[in-house]
């Protein structure tokens, strides 16, 4: 009896599978598009579930389909429980049976810093299997199913514990050429050049004008989402761009962009390695914990910055 109470309790992989594409797409079509299938194949695994639940997990109508008040808790647990099959099916392949670390990182901070320092952590670690995602701002570590994330803002992120790995020195930088063509003597010179902006800082250059003693013009300019495109328009001579140095190393050793007069200027925010407190004894992530803050103890610039 009990046997049979069990089963009855886990249905069939395949209807899981088709309940989560079709609770995530909204559309039958689209979910068996998605799991190459019929559309008749995708809704009898979906009535299979409800019969075997004996609840509605759908509320469907001539031209809509929506979950249930009983689909959307159940559709949260199997879009996890799948996750985690995925998750271990991956350790089986790869031969990783020791630890997965799903990481979130920021685009260009990910690329640019952290991605050449990847292999020396590989090689000390090659029983840890890191899989990469791209991140910008606060998500639920939960849903997205991550353990940590390098993140850029304050220490508050809810429920996890934040590890400061470094501050960041902003400064104002200019492609030579853009230099050589034009008068830059004082940090108030630069007030009627073309400025570049990131879309996620918007106060930034407010924020550096006012440390200078200068009051920030109001005119518009180039908007840009990740510092990476906003180095190549500044190296392009678009523009005066406010960038991080650890972020342009390589373009200030190389001569592609060079500082204007003004000082540098701390930023508000750092540079933290976010866990979630239910991820605080995963082995991968306290691994990778100790290997990335020793290699920010190496960094010489960090340090001085």
Known sequence: MIMSVQRRLLPNISALAAFEAVARLGSF??????????????????????????????????????????????????????????????????????????????????TRWLMPLIPDFVASNPDITIN????????????????????????????????????????PVVSPEFLASRDIVTPADICRLPLLHMATR???????????????????????????????????????????????????????LVPTPGQPMQSRSAYYLVVPHDKRGHPPVASFRDWLLGQVEKEPAVLAW
């Open 202 to 256: 918007p106060g930034a250059w407010s924020e550096w004008f006012e440390e200078q003693g200068l009051s920030a013009p109001t005119g518009p300019g180039m908007q840009f989402e990740q510092f990476g495109t906003v180095a190549q328009a500044c190296t392009a001579g678009l523009g005066v761009a406010l960038l991080p140095q650890v972020l342009i190393a390589g373009e200030l050793q190389r001569g592609q």
């Open 132 to 171: 990469f995602v791209t991140r910008i701002g606060r998500f639920d570590f939960a849903r997205e199913r991550l353990d940590a994330a390098i993140h850029h803002g304050q220490p508050d992120w809810p429920d996890a514990d934040s590890t400061l790995l470094m501050r960041e020195t902003v400064i």
């Open 29 to 110: 079509t689209a979910a068996a598009r998605e799991l190459d299938l019929t559309q008749g194949a995708v809704s009898r695994q979906i009535s299979l579930l409800e019969e075997q639940f004996g609840r509605r997990l759908f509320e469907r109508d001539s031209r809509n389909v929506r979950l249930s008040s009983a689909g959307e808790i159940y559709a949260e647990a199997v879009r996890s429980a799948l996750g985690q099959l995925r998750d271990a099916a991956l350790g089986l392949m790869s031969n990783r049976h020791s630890g997965i670390l799903n990481l979130a990182i920021l685009p260009t901070f990910g």
